[in-house]
């Protein structure tokens, strides 16, 4: 089940074992707000673009009886994901494509998906970004082999009229993100923006919107805080993470 280099790690909150490797990217807490924070269909078809090691997808199982489908380009991540799926004995409710995201119309369906979550590379690729060398998190942080218009205008295409998508981003791109939903169909619903600590500037951002959805409605939800004065998980994100 293992290869050298990698390990099996536990989100509690959800009971989920998940393969993971200091050699690729893995999950960090990005994966599990973003799998806390749509609403999730009990049932129905479920996509995971840009899935890395299968982490959000993973996290989502216990919250629907519906498919999840992941996508993801990387073959090494693609293949801890599959892993990850029969490690948890969830081989008949979830599947990996390892494909690039442009190609999920060979295998799902366009105008298909309920919800569609997202945790993209979060970087532009510009000349003056310094890139990591290990190439798979270089690819997993950079916009080098998707761009966040490409995300967009994939998921509306995957979504069914009134199916949800969520993202999380850094709230820098926040102007961006708004704009393309808007360009590409999905209407914004609501947004979070979560600081890492009470005194400190926002560093993430979760964003749900709706395909052909009406325009009003929008909802800035609180405000997620991380860690408290003490440099402890505050009791919200202790749920996400321990259960309670």
Same mark, same amino acid.
């Given at each position: 089940?293992?290869?050298?280099?990698?390990?099996?790690?536990?989100?509690?909150?959800?009971?989920?074992?998940?393969?993971?490797?200091?050699?690729?990217?893995?999950?960090?807490?990005?994966?599990?707000?973003?799998? =806390?924070?749509?609403?999730?269909?009990? !049932?129905?078809? %479920?996509?995971?673009?840009?899935?890395?090691?299968? *982490? &959000?997808?993973?996290?989502?199982?216990?919250?629907?009886?519906?498919?999840?489908?992941?996508?993801?380009?990387?073959?090494?991540?693609?293949?801890?994901?599959?892993?990850?799926?029969?490690?948890?004995?969830?081989?008949?409710?979830?599947?990996?494509?390892?494909?690039?995201?442009?190609?999920?119309?060979?295998?799902?369906?366009?105008?298909?998906?309920?919800?569609?979550?997202?945790?993209?590379?979060?970087?532009?690729?510009?000349?003056?970004?310094?890139?990591?060398? =290990?190439?798979?998190?270089?690819?997993? !942080?950079?916009? %080098?082999?998707?761009?966040?218009?490409?995300?967009? *205008? &994939?998921?509306?295409?995957?979504?069914?009229?009134?199916?949800?998508?969520?993202?999380?981003?850094?709230?820098?791109?926040?102007?961006?993100?708004?704009?393309?939903?808007?360009?590409?169909?999905?209407?914004?619903?609501?947004?979070?923006?979560?600081?890492?600590?009470?005194?400190?500037?926002?560093?993430?951002?979760?964003?749900?919107?709706?395909?052909?959805?009406?325009?009003?409605?929008?909802?800035?939800?609180?405000?997620?805080?991380?860690?408290?004065?003490?440099?402890?998980?505050?009791?919200?994100?202790? !749920?996400?993470?321990?259960?309670?």
């Amino acid at each position: 089940m293992l290869n050298p280099s990698e390990r099996i790690d536990q989100l509690y909150a959800d009971d989920i074992q998940i393969i993971q490797s200091p050699e690729v990217f893995s999950f960090s807490l990005d994966a599990v707000l973003l799998a =806390n924070f749509p609403r999730v269909p009990k !049932r129905g078809t %479920i996509v995971d673009l840009c899935a890395g090691n299968g *982490a &959000v997808g993973l996290f989502l199982s216990r919250k629907t009886q519906g498919h999840i489908y992941q996508i993801e380009l990387q073959e090494r991540l693609a293949d801890m994901a599959q892993r990850s799926i029969q490690l948890n004995h969830l081989e008949e409710r979830m599947t990996m494509y390892n494909l690039d995201l442009k190609d999920s119309f060979t295998k799902i369906r366009p105008d298909s998906v309920d919800l569609l979550v997202c945790n993209p590379p979060y970087f532009r690729d510009l000349p003056t970004n310094n890139k990591n060398p =290990n190439q798979h998190l270089a690819l997993a !942080r950079h916009e %080098i082999a998707t761009t966040l218009e490409e995300v967009i *205008a &994939v998921s509306s295409k995957l979504l069914k009229m009134n199916g949800h998508f969520a993202l999380v981003h850094r709230p820098d791109r926040f102007l961006d993100i708004l704009e393309l939903m808007k360009k590409y169909r999905i209407a914004p619903k609501r947004i979070r923006f979560v600081y890492p600590k009470q005194e400190k500037d926002a560093n993430i951002i979760l964003v749900e919107g709706i395909k052909d959805g009406k325009t009003d409605g929008f909802k800035i939800k609180p405000s997620l805080i991380v860690y408290d004065e003490n440099g402890q998980y505050t009791p919200e994100v202790r !749920r996400m993470l321990y259960g309670k």
